[in-house]
């Protein structure tokens, strides 16, 4: 557990600092729509389970499950905020176990 804790602050360092690095690139013009800036962003699900003790929990989007771990929250969002239900934006990848979140962020 504490290698995987490791592995989730080094992805994100590497995050910060290819954020960092980054050319700035204004967001794009979206007529006012949050629904079509979501997406631009990525891929949008809901919380369909939460492991307060664990800090983590499944998000359900396209059919499909992904694990997230506390690790992995982004823009200012608290573990102990989210509830089942909660809408969600994230970067879906693929782990050793299975599908992964990763950036979560609140919508």
Known sequence: ???NLRNANRRNRDRQRRALNAPH???????GSHEEASREQGLTGTIS???????WGF?????????FHATCLE???SFGR???????VFEPTRGK???RAECVRPV
Do not use: C
Not at 82 to 88: E, F, K, M, R, S
């Open 97 to 99: 176990k299975g599908l």
């Open 49 to 55: 389970f939460l492991n307060s003790a664990g800090m």
């Open 82 to 88: 989210l509830t089942v239900g909660d809408h969600v």
């Open 25 to 31: 690139t204004p967001p794009a013009h979206n007529n």
């Open 1 to 3: 557990m504490i290698e």
């Open 59 to 67: 998000i359900r989007a396209d059919g499909n499950s992904y694990f």
């Open 75 to 77: 823009g200012g969002a």
